[in-house]
């Protein structure tokens, strides 16, 4: 029986070492000193994060020459940057995501997927706004919003894409990309 009794000790012990923090339980706000992040926790059970100096979150692209809403046409497909571009932002995204996690935290969020919104600046091809989201349900919770601030400046700092002359009648490009590890 005292054998019994120390197994589920030990057992319950393992578990909670084992724990790992949800940071993203309900809707905030994260105040640090120079940036403040919106954390939505979603109805659908997803999370969305950004920080809330961007400027097109919420607001769609639009035509500078006389403001209608940009959708790409349900057959064909609108060139705003070209696929090279896209290929090298995408290949130094996945670089600066695995970079900016730990070893743990890299094991951890395997198999699970964080979905990352960029708005491009349609003037400079450089990356004006980034959004994270990932379910409530995988391990993307466990990361903190300090890592997630050092992938927003790296993606900021790093990449860019060369736009067409389609692209830059827009106010903004959106974009978007999954990363599972």
């Not at 959004?131 to 990449?159: A, G």
Request: proline share 2%; glycine share 4%.
């Amino acid at each position: 029986m005292k054998r019994i009794a120390l197994i589920l000790i030990y057992n319950l012990c393992l578990s909670f070492l084992c724990a790992q923090t949800n940071y993203y339980t309900e809707s905030t706000t994260f105040n640090e000193d120079d940036y403040i992040y919106q954390i939505d926790v979603l109805s659908s059970g997803f999370v969305e994060l950004y920080n809330q100096d961007n400027q097109w979150i919420g607001s769609y692209p639009m035509y500078k020459s006389n403001g209608t809403i940009f959708v790409q046409p349900e057959y064909g497909y609108i060139d705003l940057y070209d696929n090279d571009s896209w290929a090298d932002s995408e290949n130094k995204m996945n670089s600066i995501i695995k970079g900016a996690l730990t070893i743990a935290e890299q094991n951890s969020v395997k198999g699970s997927k964080l979905y990352i919104e960029l708005h491009i600046n349609s003037t400079t091809g450089k990356v004006d706004d980034v959004k994270f989201s990932f379910s409530n349900r995988n391990s993307w919770v466990n990361i903190s919003v300090p890592t997630y601030r050092k992938m927003e400046l790296q993606i900021k700092d790093q990449l860019f894409y060369n736009l067409t002359d389609d692209g830059r009648k827009l106010t903004y490009i959106f974009t978007w990309n999954s990363i599972e590890f």
